[in-house]
Protein backbone atom coordinates (compact mmCIF):
# COMPACT_ATOMS: atom_id res chain seq x y z
CA UNK A 1 0.00 0.00 0.00
CA UNK A 2 1.25 3.36 -0.75
CA UNK A 3 -0.07 6.75 0.87
CA UNK A 4 0.41 10.15 0.30
CA UNK A 5 -0.35 13.23 2.17
CA UNK A 6 -2.85 15.42 0.19
CA UNK A 7 -2.27 19.36 1.60
CA UNK A 8 -5.03 21.87 0.61
CA UNK A 9 -4.33 25.36 0.12
CA UNK A 10 -6.45 28.81 0.29
CA UNK A 11 -7.89 29.39 -2.86
CA UNK A 12 -6.89 33.25 -2.59
CA UNK A 13 -3.17 31.37 -3.19
CA UNK A 14 -3.50 29.99 -6.61
CA UNK A 15 -1.00 27.57 -7.81
CA UNK A 16 -0.05 27.66 -11.15
CA UNK A 17 -2.03 28.94 -14.21
CA UNK A 18 -3.17 26.14 -15.97
CA UNK A 19 -2.25 22.85 -13.43
CA UNK A 20 -4.98 20.85 -13.02
CA UNK A 21 -5.49 20.30 -9.51
CA UNK A 22 -8.05 19.03 -6.87
CA UNK A 23 -10.63 21.48 -6.00
CA UNK A 24 -12.69 21.61 -2.70
CA UNK A 25 -16.52 22.63 -3.18
CA UNK A 26 -18.18 21.46 -0.03
CA UNK A 27 -21.68 22.20 -1.11
CA UNK A 28 -21.49 20.92 -4.21
CA UNK A 29 -23.54 17.58 -5.48
CA UNK A 30 -19.58 16.22 -5.76
CA UNK A 31 -17.65 18.39 -3.19
CA UNK A 32 -13.94 16.86 -4.45
CA UNK A 33 -13.67 17.97 -8.15
CA UNK A 34 -10.82 18.84 -10.83
CA UNK A 35 -10.22 22.28 -11.58
CA UNK A 36 -7.47 24.96 -12.52
CA UNK A 37 -6.38 28.58 -12.20
CA UNK A 38 -6.34 30.08 -15.38
CA UNK A 39 -4.03 33.41 -14.16
CA UNK A 40 -6.94 35.27 -13.52
CA UNK A 41 -10.07 33.06 -12.62
CA UNK A 42 -10.43 29.54 -11.12
CA UNK A 43 -12.12 27.05 -13.58
CA UNK A 44 -14.21 23.90 -13.14
CA UNK A 45 -16.39 21.91 -15.11
CA UNK A 46 -19.00 21.74 -12.76
CA UNK A 47 -19.44 25.12 -12.00
CA UNK A 48 -20.52 28.06 -13.58
CA UNK A 49 -17.83 30.72 -13.59
CA UNK A 50 -20.13 33.15 -10.94
CA UNK A 51 -19.79 29.96 -8.65
CA UNK A 52 -16.35 30.29 -8.52
CA UNK A 53 -15.96 31.53 -4.66
CA UNK A 54 -17.76 28.71 -3.75
CA UNK A 55 -14.09 26.97 -3.78
CA UNK A 56 -13.15 26.65 -0.49
CA UNK A 57 -9.58 24.79 -1.07
CA UNK A 58 -7.37 23.78 -3.65
CA UNK A 59 -4.89 20.69 -3.49
CA UNK A 60 -2.03 19.58 -6.08
CA UNK A 61 -3.54 16.09 -7.48
CA UNK A 62 -1.62 13.04 -5.90
CA UNK A 63 0.84 11.30 -8.02
CA UNK A 64 -0.99 8.09 -7.66
CA UNK A 65 0.82 4.26 -7.11
CA UNK A 66 4.18 4.08 -8.59
CA UNK A 67 4.65 0.87 -9.76
Known amino acids: MT ?5 WYSPADP ?3 DLTV ?8 EPIDFGFW ?3 KWC ?5 PSEAARIKAWADLP ?3 IP
Not at 3 to 7: G, N, P, Y
Not at 22 to 29: C, G, N, R, S
Not at 44 to 48: G, P, Y
Open 38 to 40: DGE
Open 3 to 7: SETIT
Open 44 to 48: VATLM
Open 63 to 65: EGR
Open 15 to 17: PDA
Open 22 to 29: LVYVPDAD
